[in-house]
Nanobody, 124 residues
C-alpha cells in the first residue's frame, strides 16, 4: 500500500516557476515508478511526466518537454515536478501516481495509487 500527498500548487504568473512535491508513505516506494498527471476543468486527465524506480529514466509529454523536470529522492520517499516557464494552459489540478510496471507510463490506467491533487493556476 502506498499513500501519496501532493503539495506546492498555487497561483503564479505566466513565465514563473513552481516545484510540486509528492510525499509517499510505505517502505516499498523505491519499487514504484512515479508519474505526474494533470486535469484541467472540462478536460480529461493527461500525462505530464514519469520517472522510473531509480530515477535514471524519465519521460515527458510534448507540451512540457524542456520546461518541466521530474525527479525523485528514494531516501525520503519524495517525487518532485519542477515547472519553469509556466503558461496559462498549464493551469490544472496536478496528481502524482505510483506505478509498479512502468510499461505504459503515459496511461493513467496503469497506475496503482493516486494522490488527492494540488491546484496550479497560471495567470496571464
Amino acid at each position: 500500500q502506498v499513500q501519496l500527498v501532493e503539495s506546492g500548487g498555487r497561483l503564479v504568473q505566466a513565465g514563473g516557476s513552481l516545484r510540486l512535491s509528492c510525499a509517499a508513505s510505505g517502505r516499498t516506494f523505491s519499487s514504484y515508478a512515479m508519474g505526474w498527471f494533470r486535469q484541467a476543468p472540462g478536460k480529461e486527465r493527461e500525462f505530464v511526466a514519469a520517472i522510473n524506480w531509480s530515477g535514471a529514466s524519465s519521460h515527458y509529454a510534448d507540451s512540457v518537454q524542456g520546461r518541466f523536470t521530474i525527479s525523485r529522492n528514494n531516501a525520503v520517499n519524495m517525487v518532485y515536478l519542477q515547472m519553469n516557464s509556466l503558461k496559462p494552459e498549464d493551469t490544472a489540478v496536478y496528481y502524482c501516481g505510483a506505478d509498479r510496471k512502468f510499461s505504459d507510463y503515459s496511461s493513467g490506467d496503469e497506475y496503482d495509487y493516486w494522490g488527492q491533487g494540488t491546484q496550479v493556476t497560471v495567470s496571464s
